[in-house]
């Protein structure tokens, strides 16, 4: 739909070929595979990435200028099964139980299967300065007010953020129901691992993940999660 206008443009770097040109460069790849585990964070731009997101959001493969955006899931997959390397993923603070299992399906269905899939709920959502936190204390929030009884308030807590630290954990169990959907039981903590991720400095946010998973939802907290994590800053 150009008109008869230049459509269908490909620039390719000299020496190339022109069909089946790698996405990667030979000194991209070199250089990736230096490492074990390669996070995508970034690459999925999760701490901009904090709208609402359906299975309609997901980003098509004739989507133009998608770095403005974010990265393809299909991008990410490839460069994965390029290198060869376990893959990190960070699922947006809002994405909704469709677009989560659809992703799972897309990496059950094209990541090699011997490679390793972390998964974290979106990223430092205990860091006032990124819109996640407030998001999600915000969800936190809304859950209470619709059932008071849920298992952010076990232990009927007032507290203003406790609630939202433990909302992390509780939408990482979902995470980690869903992806269990897709992959089933025997992958979780061996393929599949949900890590839960706090303060290195106030490890009393990983506990309240870790509580509402437990006491709140009456679930072995080593039934969801591989491991926990945390930002340990260096100054």
Known sequence: NTGGSLKNLKIIRPGFPSVNTPTFTPQYVDHVKRFSLLRFMDWSRTN??????T??????LETRRVETRVARWETIIELAN????????NIPVRADD?????????MKATLKPQLNIYVEYSNEIWNGQFAQS????SLANAEIAANPNSPLRFDLTTDQFIPGFRRVGKRSKEISDLFKGVFGQAAINTRVRVVLAGQMANPFIVNEGLRVVQEGMGVPVGDVFYAIGGAPYYF
């Open 48 to 53: 901009e990435n904090n709208e609402p997101l």
């Open 55 to 60: 299975l309609a959001d997901r980003i098509a």
């Open 82 to 89: 390029t290198v060869e390397r376990d893959i990190w993923i």
């Open 98 to 106: 469709a677009y989560i299992t659809n992703l799972a399906q897309l």
């Open 134 to 137: 407030g998001i999600n204390r």
